[in-house]
C-alpha cells in the first residue's frame, strides 16, 4: 500500500490508530494541525518514521510508544511525519527540515537511513537536536546517536530457539542484507550453535540495497518463512520490520514457533491472531532511547553523541510475555545464563556472521 507523507499531531486519535493498525500496516488518515509548536508556545518534540511507518508492529510502533511517553510525562506536543514508497535522500531532507522549521525540539530520525539528511540539514539548525536510531556515522555537536548491540538480545532469542527446536533447524529472515540486520543474525547463529553445535540455521535475506522492501511487505515475510518451515525449521526469527509480521503469521499457520523483534511482539494488537506462536522477542528499548532524548531536551541538558543500548542496561532483552514461555523453565533458565556471561564479558557475542 501506498504510503501518504504526513506530518501530524499525536493525541488521543493517534493512539486509537495504534490500536486498530493491522499487520499489514494499514492506518485510516488522521487529523493534522495546522498550527505549528513555536505558533501555539507549547514545547513539541517529533520523530520521522523509517521504511514501513507506524503500525508496522515492531520498529516504528517503539518510536512512537516513546513519543507517547513523552507527550504524557513531559506534557509536551508531538509530531509525527511517515516515510514515501521509494522515496529518496531529498525527500528525508525535506521532511526533517519542515520539522525543525515548526520549532520541534528534538527532531528524531527513525532507522539508519536517516544518515544523510541529518548530516545535511543537523547544521542548518543548530539550536535543534537532532537523534538517529541505529547509526553512528553521522556526529555533530547537536546530534545524539540512539544505538544497540542487537546481536546480544539476538544472541538470547538463539539460546531458546535451539532449546525448544524438536527438528534441530531453525530459520532466521533479515528484511534487508544491510550491516544492522547482519547484527541480529549474527548473534542469533552464535547463540544456536552455543546451544546445540549440530543444529541447522537456515538464513534468507528478503531484498538487497538499494530496495529496502524486505521491511516493508508482509507478503514477502510470509513466502520466506513458508520456504523455512518446509525445509524443516520449526522456529523462525525473523528481524524484518513490518515484514516480520508475515513470518509471524507463516509460522502460526503451520504450528511453529516465531520470534519477534524489537517490539515485545506478542502484546501487538495487530498481531494478536498469531500471538500464541509468538514465542518470545528480542527487544530494543527504543522507546525509552526516545524518550530520554526527548527529556534531556526538555531539561535543558540536550544528549549528544553515541548513547548505546545493551543487555548490561536491559537496552535490548527477550520478552517473557507468553505464559507458555514462562514455564519453560530450562529455556529460560539457559537464556539467564546466557545473559549473565554476555555481561559478565564470558561470552562475546559476534557482530557478523
Do not use: H
Not at 556515522?137 to 546517536?145: D, F, K, L, Q, R
Not at 547463529?189 to 535475506?205: E, I
Amino acid at each position: 500500500m501506498r504510503r501518504i507523507t504526513r506530518i501530524a499531531t499525536v493525541g488521543i486519535a493517534s493512539a486509537a490508530l495504534a490500536l486498530s493498525a493491522t499487520a499489514c500496516g494499514g492506518k485510516k488518515s488522521s487529523d493534522t494541525s495546522s498550527s505549528s509548536p513555536s505558533e501555539s508556545g507549547q514545547k513539541s518534540a517529533a520523530i520521522a518514521y523509517d521504511i514501513g511507518g507506524r503500525g508496522d508492529q515492531s520498529f516504528n510502533d517503539a518510536a512512537y510508544a516513546g513519543l507517547k511517553k513523552a507527550e504524557t510525562d513531559l506534557k509536551i506536543k508531538g509530531a509525527e511525519a511517515e516515510p514515501t514508497d521509494g522515496e529518496g535522500e531529498a525527500d528525508k531532507v525535506q521532511r526533517l527540515t519542515e520539522l525543525a522549521r515548526k520549532g520541534n525540539n528534538p527532531v528524531i530520525g527513525v532507522g539508519f537511513a536517516y544518515a544523510p539528511a541529518i548530516k545535511k540539514v543537523a547544521p542548518k539548525f543548530p539550536d535543534t537536536t537532532f537523534a538517529i536510531i541505529d547509526d553512528t556515522s553521522v556526529t555533530g555537536p547537536n546530534i545524539a546517536n540512539l544505538v544497540f548491540n542487537e546481536e546480544q538480545g539476538s544472541y538470547l532469542a538463539g539460546v531458546a530457539a535451539a532449546k525448544v527446536s524438536k527438528t534441530g533447524t531453525v530459520g532466521f529472515i533479515g528484511g534487508v542484507e544491510v550491516p544492522l540486520i547482519k547484527k541480529f543474525e549474527a548473534g542469533f547463529t552464535q547463540g544456536v550453535k552455543d546451544t546445540n553445535p549440530n543444529a541447522k540455521v537456515l538464513s534468507q535475506y528478503l531484498t538487497q540495497p538499494p530496495n529496502f522492501d524486505g521491511f516493508a511487505k508482509p507478503d514477502l515475510g510470509k513466502a520466506a518463512a513458508q520456504g523455512q518451515i518446509d525445509a524443516g525449521a520449526d522456529v523462525v526469527y525473523a528481524a524484518a520490520g513490518l515484514a516480520g509480521s508475515g513470518a509471524i503469521e507463516a509460522a502460526s499457520a503451520k504450528g511453529k514457533w516465531a520470534i519477534g523483534v524489537d517490539s515485545d511482539q506478542y502484546n501487538q494488537a495487530g498481531l494478536a491472531k498469531y500471538k500464541d506462536s509468538i514465542l518470545t522477542s528480542v527487544t530494543k528499548d527504543v522507546e525509552d532511547s526516545v524518550f530520554n532524548v526527548i527529556k534531556s531536551v526538555q531539561d535543558g541538558k540536550p544528549t549528544t553523541g553515541e548513547i548505546r543500548y545493551g543487555l548490561d542496561k536491559d537496552g535490548v532483552g527477550l520478552a517473557d510475555s507468553n505464559p507458555k514461555y514462562k514455564e519453560m523453565a530450562d529455556v529460560i533458565a539457559a537464556v539467564e545464563k546466557a545473559k549473565a556471561d554476555i555481561i559478565a564479558s564470558k561470552i562475546k557475542v559476534k557482530t557478523q556472521p
